[in-house]
């Protein structure tokens, strides 16, 4: 399809017609590569269909440069082979001489040719043409006219000066920046041209219509703006990109609108590679320097690169501009990435390694960033510079402080190819590498430690090396990483005996190894031990003594051995005394706000965690920016502010599934849990499911979380029957905690509502003596709230009880709920009616719509039913919730993403006003 080339085609037209009345021309088409000037050239035999216009083509290559006359002979071909029969009849015995002195020279080997042969050949064919001109009009076209062979160029410039009197239109077309587009004999074709025509890139309209042509359908439009600009307009790279994007079976929606401005498709890039090998020497040389330095290399430095002198240079910039590889004609930046791969694959492996070997010298010389320099030794394999280790492991720290470890990763890796012997330098290369990993890698991390360790010398370098393993916070350790600090424990000794740098790392030693023991109840009831002989007012002055604190503060709020004042009291002070602005995720300070999420004393955190993404962190990386996010969304949940917390939620699951670690999955399980989103929780689900090694803490708060969303969907039996094993497992290893773990909460409505009501007070009481125990107001008032609603209507003076110990608690929808419970419980009266009137206002607060209208059916209040029209998708989404699928099966069903399923449920959800799956079967309309 050729699009917006009406003009150039109504030009040729004109100059056809005119040929008619005798006047002749020569039209040059010009352009970049890739522009069209071909495509254009194909399509103008259709001006002649139905006319008296006889049609001569040529095309020449650069494979056929050597054969003389080559060209002259395929037009010739054309006019002699497409002649009527009646003609052919008539052709004259000087037509068949110059057809045999063609035939004799489009050889090599043609050798020399005698005065009198070439004047035959140079005027014998024009003269062809003039008896071809009487009877039609001659539309004579040459393709690429850069690589036509001298002898017919030589004949083309003839023609070109004695066109009058032949009713001919003669069409050449000439690529932009090619060297041969200089020869005298090109040049003096060119310059005889009557008019010249530059075919303009493509718009947006019509990569819109090439779009809809290529794939039977239209575009969205962010991606039809993706192709326009990847492209440039330009039609050979558009098409690549089209074809390349469909190949791959991306259809033209706006969510492959990013893979479709990255994409490099490998046709265009074999292409370009073998138009670049036949490119001139300095425009090679300038393309493999610009292709070495990609965004990184001004053009002096280029320049030098390229080995060329400041006219060598000029020249071969302009010519890549002219071609249409660059994207500025003063800066060498390459117009689309698909050129780059293009100038390295024109190159062989020896001569890319050479090229960025002389770059990075440059470079150094230059003192330029360690990173800069890096990323070319990371394509050398087999020399290596006296500094390169030094500047790659410089590299390595810079790409760690900007929060990118795999990148240092890669740089240390390199390093360590260049460094064979096994020494105390190799063994701190392994350190920085490890150090790079344990935030996406942990088992390498191990890994690389152990090998380090082993060329250390000292016990103390040895117990530092341990300490970069990241700590499984709530997860089961490795053996590996356990008996590396178990060496090293007793290499350094007791931290009593100890002072100074010492004492700091057997501190942090020994919390690691406790934290380890997590889940075993004896070790559980050795820390609380601990914690107990560290007094009342324990020392927190230096990182290690807070992160020890943390340990058995955690600890203690597992088993509940601690209430929730004194956990409160401790953790605060490590808050106070801790930097705000460090990187948590390879610490055990995390403990401290699970601590203080479930002693429900947040406030010094919000504030805390506020100041920490305020303030960029050295050494950050994407788990502590998950962590950060699910710690947010922890404490918003706690506050009642369930919008903001869901905010914070749908950040960090935008972040790399490899970042998140086992404290960041709980989090966002518990917020998931509170925020009663089944669409949301199956999606951390998803997320989580299958990790490796997951503790006890993951899998039942994933276990939890799971039951939930059973119950939602209807699958209430299965649902309790997970949780009262979560219970029994969490029970072995002595976890009382149900501010953490609330699985009884959950089981005593399911017992509740599956007619087992003996089971659930039961659990109702243990749960309440629990939270009498822990002291912590929101749990001790849903307690009582659960008592209250088993009892019905001799409830009441629990649902009070429950509502003066909510008062105190800053979990405002918990008092919403045991509001509205408390409301319907009185029936009517004022007690009743400010009950409700409190908790409607509260849950709006809090964005809890669902309760809100729980309260305004309490009073009477809620709006009249409104006729609810859900569209053909959310019906066809919903019938299959009732089947029983989760979204992801139902996004397999329907041919969409998980992520349009959600959209249609949430839009189902807000339409029929319900909360969830288990609600849409009695609220669907008939």
Same mark, same amino acid.
């Given at each position: 399809?050729?699009?917006?080339?009406?003009?150039?085609?109504?030009?040729?037209?004109?100059?056809?017609?005119?040929?008619?009345?005798?006047?002749?021309?020569?039209?040059?088409?010009?352009?970049?590569?890739?522009?069209?000037?071909?495509?254009?050239?194909?399509?103008?035999?259709?001006?002649?269909?139905?006319?008296?216009?006889?049609?001569?083509?040529?095309?020449?290559?650069?494979?056929?440069?050597?054969?003389?006359?080559?060209?002259?002979?395929?037009?010739?071909?054309?006019?002699?082979?497409?002649?009527?029969?009646?003609?052919?009849?008539?052709?004259?015995?000087?037509?068949?001489?110059?057809?045999?002195?063609?035939?004799?020279?489009?050889?090599?080997?043609?050798?020399?040719?005698?005065?009198?042969?070439?004047?035959?050949?140079?005027?014998?064919?024009?003269?062809?043409?003039?008896?071809?001109?009487?009877?039609?009009?001659?539309?004579?076209?040459?393709?690429?006219?850069?690589?036509?062979?001298?002898?017919?160029?030589?004949?083309?410039?003839?023609?070109?000066?004695?066109?009058?009197?032949?009713?001919?239109?003669?069409?050449?077309?000439?690529?932009?920046?090619?060297?041969?587009?200089?020869?005298?004999?090109?040049?003096?074709?060119?310059?005889?041209?009557?008019?010249?025509?530059?075919?303009?890139?493509?718009?947006?309209?019509?990569?819109?219509?090439?779009?809809?042509?290529?794939?039977?359908?239209?575009?969205?439009?962010?991606?039809?703006?993706?192709?326009?600009?990847?492209?440039?307009?330009n039609p050979l790279f558009l098409m690549s990109v089209l074809l390349g994007m469909e190949a791959r079976?991306f259809p033209p929606t706006t969510e492959h609108s990013g893979p479709a401005r990255s994409l490099r498709?490998?046709?265009?890039?074999?292409?370009?590679?073998?138009?670049?090998?036949?490119?001139?020497?300095?425009?090679?040389?300038?393309?493999?320097?610009?292709?070495?330095?990609?965004?990184?290399?001004?053009?002096?430095?280029?320049?030098?690169?390229?080995?060329?002198?400041?006219?060598?240079?000029?020249?071969?910039?302009?010519?890549?501009?002219?071609?249409?590889?660059?994207?500025?004609?003063?800066?060498?930046?390459?117009?689309?990435?698909?050129?780059?791969?293009?100038?390295?694959?024109?190159?062989?492996?020896?001569?890319?390694?050479?090229?960025?070997?002389?770059?990075?010298?440059?470079?150094?010389?230059?003192?330029?960033?360690?990173?800069?320099?890096?990323?070319?030794?990371?394509?050398?394999?087999?020399?290596?510079?006296?500094?390169?280790?030094?500047?790659?492991?410089?590299?390595?720290?810079?790409?760690?402080?900007?929060?990118?470890?795999?990148?240092?990763?890669?740089?240390?890796?390199?390093?360590?190819?260049?460094?064979?012997?096994?020494?105390?330098?190799?063994?701190?290369?392994?350190?920085?590498?490890?150090?790079?990993?344990?935030?996406?890698?942990?088992?390498?991390?191990?890994?690389?430690?152990?090998?380090?360790? $082993?060329?250390?010398? &000292?016990? @103390?370098?040895? /117990? #530092?090396? +341990?300490? %970069?393993?990241?700590?499984?916070? !709530?997860? *089961?350790?490795?053996?590996?990483?356990?008996?590396?600090?178990?060496?090293?424990?007793?290499?350094?000794?007791?931290?009593?005996?100890?002072?100074?740098?010492?004492?700091?790392?057997?501190?942090?030693?020994?919390?690691?190894?406790?934290?380890?023991?997590?889940?075993?109840?004896?070790?559980?009831?050795?820390?609380?031990?601990?914690?107990?002989?560290?007094?009342?007012?324990?020392?927190?002055?230096?990182?290690?003594?807070?992160?020890?604190?943390?340990?058995?503060?955690? $600890?203690?709020?597992? &088993?509940? @051995?601690?209430? /929730? #004042?004194? +956990?409160? %009291?401790?953790?605060?002070?490590? !808050?106070? *005394?801790?930097?705000?602005?460090?990187?948590?995720?390879?610490?055990?300070?995390?403990?401290?706000?699970?601590?203080?999420?479930?002693?429900?004393?947040?406030?010094?955190?919000?504030?805390?965690?506020?100041?920490?993404?305020?303030?960029?962190?050295?050494?950050?990386?994407?788990?502590?920016?998950?962590?950060?996010?699910?710690?947010?969304?922890?404490?918003?949940?706690?506050?009642?502010?369930?919008?903001?917390?869901?905010?914070?939620?749908?950040?960090?699951?935008?972040?790399?599934?490899?970042?998140?670690?086992?404290?960041?999955?709980?989090?966002?399980?518990?917020?998931?849990?509170?925020?009663?989103?089944?669409?949301?929780?199956?999606?951390?689900?998803?997320?989580?499911?299958?990790?490796?090694?997951?503790?006890?803490?993951?899998?039942?708060?994933?276990?939890?979380?799971?039951?939930?969303?059973?119950?939602?969907?209807?699958?209430?039996?299965?649902?309790?029957?997970?949780?009262?094993?979560?219970?029994?497992?969490?029970?072995?290893?002595?976890?009382?905690?149900?501010?953490?773990?609330?699985?009884?909460?959950?089981?005593?409505?399911?017992?509740?509502?599956?007619?087992?009501?003996?089971?659930?007070?039961?659990?109702?009481?243990?749960?309440?003596?629990?939270?009498?125990?822990?002291?912590?107001?929101?749990?001790?008032?849903?307690?009582?709230?659960?008592?209250?609603?088993?009892?019905?209507?001799?409830?009441?003076?629990?649902?009070?009880?429950?509502?003066?110990?909510?008062?105190?608690?800053?979990?405002?929808?918990?008092?919403?709920?045991?509001?509205?419970?408390?409301?319907?419980?009185?029936?009517?009266?004022?007690?009743?009616?400010?009950?409700?009137?409190?908790?409607?206002?509260?849950?709006?607060?809090?964005?809890?719509?669902?309760?809100?209208?729980?309260?305004?059916?309490?009073?009477?209040?809620?709006?009249?039913?409104?006729?609810?029209?859900?569209?053909?998708?959310?019906?066809?989404?919903?019938?299959?919730?009732?089947?029983?699928?989760?979204?992801?099966?139902?996004?397999?069903?329907?041919?969409?993403?998980?992520?349009?399923?959600?959209?249609?449920?949430?839009?189902?959800?807000?339409?029929?006003?319900?909360?969830?799956?288990?609600?849409?079967?009695?609220?669907?309309?008939?």
């Open positions: 399809m050729l699009l917006e080339r009406d003009t150039e085609l109504a030009r040729v037209d004109a100059a056809l017609r005119a040929a008619d009345s005798g006047t002749s021309s020569l039209i040059l088409v010009t352009g970049p590569l890739g522009i069209g000037r071909s495509a254009l050239l194909r399509q103008l035999p259709g001006l002649a269909a139905g006319e008296d216009v006889r049609v001569l083509r040529a095309n020449a290559a650069p494979m056929e440069q050597d054969f003389a006359f080559g060209v002259v002979r395929q037009l010739f071909d054309s006019l002699l082979t497409g002649a009527p029969e009646d003609d052919r009849e008539r052709r004259t015995p000087e037509a068949d001489h110059i057809t045999r002195l063609l035939a004799a020279d489009t050889t090599p080997s043609g050798g020399g040719r005698t005065g009198a042969a070439s004047e035959t050949i140079l005027l014998g064919p024009r003269s062809l043409l003039a008896d071809a001109g009487p009877h039609t009009r001659l539309l004579i076209l040459v393709d690429d006219l850069q690589w036509v062979d001298v002898p017919s160029l030589r004949w083309l410039a003839h023609l070109a000066k004695r066109l009058n009197g032949l009713r001919a239109v003669l069409v050449c077309t000439l690529r932009d920046g090619d060297e041969r587009a200089c020869h005298p004999l090109v040049r003096e074709v060119a310059d005889t041209s009557t008019q010249v025509l530059r075919p303009a890139p493509l718009s947006l309209d019509a990569t819109r219509t090439l779009i809809q042509e290529q794939y039977g359908r239209p575009g969205h439009e962010e991606y039809a703006r993706a192709c326009h600009e990847a492209s440039g307009g079976g498709p490998s046709g265009l890039r074999e292409r370009l590679a073998s138009f670049l090998r036949t490119q001139p020497p300095a425009v090679r040389d300038l393309a493999a320097a610009v292709a070495a330095f990609g965004d990184q290399g001004d053009p002096a430095l280029i320049e030098q690169l390229a080995g060329l002198d400041e006219n060598g240079f000029g020249a071969a910039r302009r010519a890549m501009y002219d071609m249409g590889l660059l994207a500025d004609a003063r800066e060498p930046r390459f117009i689309h990435g698909v050129v780059r791969d293009a100038v390295e694959s024109s190159m062989s492996a020896s001569e890319r390694e050479r090229s960025h070997t002389a770059a990075a010298d440059l470079l150094y010389r230059c003192g330029r960033p360690a990173e800069q320099v890096a990323a070319h030794l990371l394509a050398v394999t087999t020399d290596c510079r006296p500094w390169s280790v030094v500047v790659l492991r410089a590299a390595a720290d810079t790409a760690l402080r900007r929060g990118a470890p795999e990148t240092a990763a890669r740089y240390l890796r390199h390093a360590l190819l260049h460094h064979h012997a096994q020494d105390e330098r190799r063994a701190r290369l392994l350190i920085d590498l490890a150090t790079a990993e344990r935030g996406y890698d942990p088992e390498a991390c191990e890994r690389h430690i152990t090998q380090a360790t $082993s060329l250390l010398t &000292t016990a @103390r370098d040895r /117990a #530092a090396a +341990a300490l %970069r393993i990241p700590p499984a916070l !709530l997860a *089961r350790a490795s053996p590996l990483a356990t008996g590396l600090l178990r060496r090293s424990a007793a290499e350094l000794g007791a931290p009593t005996s100890l002072d100074g740098p010492a004492r700091e790392m057997a501190l942090r030693i020994e919390a690691r190894l406790r934290h380890h023991g997590h889940e075993s109840p004896g070790e559980l009831a050795s820390a609380a031990e601990r914690l107990r002989e560290m007094g009342e007012e324990p020392s927190l002055g230096s990182a290690a003594e807070r992160e020890l604190m943390a340990v058995l503060l955690c $600890s203690g709020t597992l &088993t509940g @051995r601690l209430s /929730a #004042a004194e +956990a409160a %009291r401790t953790a605060n002070r490590i !808050l106070e *005394r801790e930097p705000a602005a460090s990187a948590r995720a390879h610490t055990a300070l995390p403990l401290v706000v699970i601590t203080l999420f479930a002693a429900e004393s947040v406030q010094g955190v919000d504030s805390w965690l506020s100041t920490e993404q305020q303030t960029r962190r050295q050494n950050a990386t994407g788990a502590d920016d998950v962590l950060l996010f699910a710690e947010r969304a922890l404490v918003l949940v706690s506050q009642g502010r369930l919008t903001q917390a869901r905010e914070h939620v749908e950040r960090a699951m935008g972040l790399a599934e490899t970042d998140w670690r086992e404290m960041s999955v709980i989090a966002l399980s518990s917020v998931a849990l509170e925020l009663r989103d089944p669409a949301l929780s199956e999606r951390i689900l998803a997320r989580a499911r299958g990790r490796r090694s997951a503790g006890l803490a993951l899998a039942a708060t994933l276990q939890i979380l799971q039951a939930s969303v059973d119950a939602q969907r209807g699958l209430r039996a299965r649902a309790l029957e997970s949780l009262l094993a979560c219970g029994r497992q969490l029970d072995g290893s002595g976890w009382q905690n149900s501010a953490l773990f609330p699985w009884r909460p959950h089981a005593i409505g399911l017992h509740h509502r599956l007619g087992d009501s003996r089971s659930a007070l039961c659990l109702a009481e243990e749960e309440h003596a629990w939270a009498t125990e822990w002291g912590a107001p929101t749990g001790l008032g849903r307690a009582l709230r659960l008592k209250g609603w088993l009892h019905g209507g001799e409830g009441v003076p629990l649902l009070r009880e429950a509502v003066e110990v909510l008062r105190g608690s800053a979990y405002e929808l918990e008092l919403a709920r045991t509001l509205v419970l408390l409301g319907r419980q009185l029936g009517n009266g004022p007690e009743a009616e400010a009950a409700l009137r409190e908790a409607g206002a509260l849950a709006a607060a809090c964005g809890a719509p669902w309760l809100v209208e729980r309260a305004e059916l309490g009073l009477g209040t809620a709006a009249p039913p409104r006729k609810v029209v859900l569209t053909r998708s959310e019906r066809r989404v919903i019938s299959l919730v009732g089947r029983g699928l989760t979204n992801q099966e139902i996004a397999g069903e329907l041919g969409v993403s998980s992520r349009a399923v959600e959209k249609h449920l949430t839009n189902s959800y807000r339409k029929l006003g319900v909360s969830g799956r288990h609600e849409l079967a009695d609220a669907l309309p008939a």
